[in-house]
């Protein structure tokens, strides 16, 4: 397929650091392209970023039918523009597509469509240190008909946002809190798929979590709440024992490509990593015998995000005296070397627009 | 708050009764209303039915933040419009504001300016033998934004769709499967609200279903699973040793404004009805000992739907010899009577626009 393109006619003035945010600011070109079954995936344009004229009956209004990716492109010192392991987020699109019954894109053209699309873009890629640019692809189902079934029709679109520095005001631990009142996912059903449907689930947890200070929710398994899962926006780590430990992925968490990513370093680097079920119980017992070292989350926004403070019932666990770990410091240093070009991963980790 | 009204300038064509469906038809006029945190819900307006101008970063195609409401008009012999139960809906629409972080919506308001809209819309009130007007409520995130969390603003609409008898081909039994693979909610989640993630998270089960030959999936819980909780658009009832069962509103299970008015007319008629854990094995226990005499969906959009054959692994329950068992078209007679004014109902089940 060819990519038809239609160039914005006015472009908006760029954002200065300071005022870029996350997710606020849009650049002036999408990439659209329409599902029907006749025709399947089909006319496929870069065009001005503009309304999706959207019927009320649409859908995605109704019944949530709706997944998305997010990713990230960097600017390096060389000039080059960069994707971090951009495959992976297309691989993982069309697993969700499945799991809620979306057609599924080519992903070698998705990805191809998303280079050309960033191309037109590039004087749009912030250049100062720790920002970036966002990106969306997001699949949303436009038929407009009230009965609950997968849809006819969709409209897959990519829209991007140049980011700042998400540490802002320094690289600082967030303070996250347990719920177990409130279950973000279950096994059997769509947690470990990048469904928008998730996160609807999530807001009246992390409302909670922010009335008693904390930034973000840690969410429990559905079933026995009582093995940690992950952190709606990033998966967990700890570092207990001088051994790193994040929850399996067992159907109910999301496989993150910064997951991934972690772990693979940490082999390099002959840290003793295990994936496998952690109870809270467990972290509160390495926590009093003084062997919770550290703890950190792992996204595409923050990267690595480390953990000051986890809140469970009245208990408080301070983690490191409120400090960036060493090895929290070390993931994020080594993974936002090779994000920017300042350092060589692994094979195919980056790839050049 | 004064309903502003602008009419369509064009009128669609009635459609023909056999052309109906459900959920594909609308009307001419829909109601909008806009919150934001200044104003609150405000600009509360009746105008023709036209697309909503969707921002691509709309956090509702993202994070599924929306809810809605689904209830039916009822044109009686008299002339007469009739809501049923109106009240509960809205009351319920507000319970699922609450869950996922919508601003709620004065529920006598709503419910005027819905009455408002139908006398407009009034000549499209199908008036031919089980024919109604399905109206859904529905609210939206429409903040521009791809941080997760609340919405600052959002959008009210109300839609309404003509549509045919449920039953075109006459009221006969569906079959129903049980999926053991796939779960639907969970408690401490958020299935027991009208939320449209709720939906996405059954798609694919029910694609596995109708593979099956089935119309619709019966769903376990999430812990166990092993106890029966609903079918996604209609709750169920079983008959068992001339006992009414109905599983109990355990925090997963949409508390339907029809399984309600079930439960009451049981009581009103003597019939034994309980709500209470049923399992699947207590299912096939009472079937083999021939115990098990009837089961129907009870829900807006059928109102009570039979049920002639339930699967579950390799094993079938043929029901009442897949035909329409003694109590279940008892219940849809005397409902069905009441909604279309044909009998008299409980006070305040029945109200005229």
Request: proline share 5%; aromatic share 12%; glycine share 8%.
């Amino acid at each position: 397929m060819e990519v038809k393109i239609k160039k914005a006619e006015t472009i908006k003035p760029v954002i200065e650091t300071d005022k870029l945010g996350f997710g606020q600011h849009f650049t002036d070109h999408m990439f659209n392209m329409d599902y029907n079954h006749q025709k399947g995936w089909h006319n496929p344009r870069i065009e001005p970023y503009a309304p999706i004229i959207a019927d009320p009956a649409m859908m995605v209004f109704h019944y949530a039918q709706a997944v998305f990716e997010g990713l990230k492109a960097f600017y390096s010192k060389s000039g080059d523009i960069l994707l971090f392991r951009p495959k992976d987020n297309f691989k993982r699109l069309n697993d969700s597509c499945r799991a809620i019954c979306i057609p599924q894109v080519d992903e070698e053209f998705a990805l191809k469509a998303l280079k050309q699309l960033i191309e037109i873009e590039k004087d749009k890629v912030p250049q100062a240190d720790g920002t970036a640019l966002y990106i969306r692809p997001t699949i949303v189902a436009t038929d407009a008909y009230l009965g609950v079934k997968p849809s006819d029709t969709y409209r897959y679109f990519v829209i991007l946002s140049p980011v700042g520095a998400y540490y802002a005001a320094g690289f600082n631990p967030i303070k996250i809190w347990i719920t177990k009142n409130h279950v973000r996912a279950i096994k059997g059903g769509i947690g470990c798929y990048k469904a928008a449907a998730n996160y609807a689930a999530s807001l009246y947890a992390g409302k909670e979590a922010a009335a008693k200070g904390y930034a973000q929710v840690l969410w429990l398994d559905g079933e026995k709440r009582k093995y940690i899962e992950e952190v709606g926006a990033m998966n967990i780590f700890f570092v207990i024992d001088n051994q790193l430990i994040t929850p399996e992925l067992s159907g109910s968490i999301l496989p993150g490509i910064t997951r991934k990513s972690v772990i693979r370093l940490a082999k390099e680097w002959d840290i003793k990593v295990s994936e496998r079920q952690i109870s809270v119980e467990e972290l509160i017992e390495a926590y009093d015998a003084g062997k919770l070292q550290e703890a950190f989350g792992s996204g595409t926004a923050a990267v690595i995000s480390p953990v000051g403070e986890i809140g469970y019932d009245d208990k408080v666990l301070n983690i490191n005296n409120g400090k960036v770990g060493e090895m929290t410091a070390k993931f994020y240093k080594r993974l936002t070397d090779i994000q920017y070009g300042r350092a060589e991963g692994p094979d195919g980790w980056v790839e050049k627009i």
